[in-house]
């Protein structure tokens, strides 16, 4: 059973927008961040967006100004609205939940990926 399951990419032109989803499973207690990470062909995966259970968020600079995460606690699901898209945002959007225990230690949950694909 998939554990964080994502939906929302797609193909849109420059300029376009595109909102992903990221449910995360009720199994999956003490979520603390949850985010959203790309990898576009031949790059390594990088963050791009960052959101607390307190609603602090993190954003790489490409993605400032243009892309907004949110999320709702009550249903385990982060969201990530990407506006005025460039053809470098192309790149498989991978959703990210990270579990907390007691002492802080940590473990982090992946889903499986969605293309994001942007045209000039």
């Known amino acids: 059973q998939a554990q964080l399951v994502e939906s929302g990419g797609g193909l849109v032109q420059a300029g376009g927008s595109l909102r992903l989803s990221c449910a995360a499973s009720?199994?999956?207690?003490?979520?603390?961040?949850m985010g959203w990470y790309r990898q576009a062909p031949g790059k390594q995966r990088e963050l791009v967006a960052t959101?607390?259970?307190?609603?602090?968020?993190n954003y790489a600079d490409s993605v400032k100004g243009r892309f907004t995460i949110s999320r709702d606690n009550v249903k385990n699901t982060v969201y990530l609205q990407m506006n005025t898209l460039k053809p470098e945002d192309t790149a498989v959007y991978y959703c990210?939940?990270?579990?907390?225990?007691?002492?802080?230690?940590?473990?982090?949950?992946w889903g499986q990926g969605t293309q994001v694909t942007v045209s000039s």
């Open positions: 959101i607390t259970r307190g609603r602090t968020t």
């Open positions: 009720a199994s999956i207690l003490n979520i603390n961040t």
């Open positions: 990210n939940a990270q579990r907390t225990y007691a002492l802080g230690a940590t473990t982090d949950y």
